[in-house]
């Protein structure tokens, strides 16, 4: 039970991360230009960077834990995800 459990949170939080990505994807063409930033800002940027890679971490740790890969299956799954997870990134 607690597995299932695990899985539908698991899709949940991956279906919204993609959907979410989608919606604030901008064209290249569209990106402002880059001004100057305060220190505050600066440090409001690497802080939100800083989370960003905790969550992603903490997603493939939860990951590996549900899924519970073989070293075969983890080898072809892991190097999918990766891009995977780059693609909904950009």
């Known amino acids: ?11 949940a939080c991956l279906t919204s991360g993609h959907a979410l990505a989608a919606q604030t994807k901008t064209p290249a063409a569209a ?20 989370l960003r890679k905790d969550v992603a971490a903490e997603k493939a740790k939860l990951l590996g834990a549900v899924m519970q890969f073989d070293a075969e299956d983890a080898a072809k799954f892991w190097p999918i995800y990766r891009e995977y997870d780059s693609e909904l990134r950009n």
């Open 31 to 50: 990106k402002p230009v880059v001004t100057a930033q305060t220190p505050q800002e600066l440090n409001t940027e690497v802080y939100i960077n800083l």
């Open 1 to 11: 039970m607690r597995a299932i459990a695990m899985a539908s949170l698991l899709a």
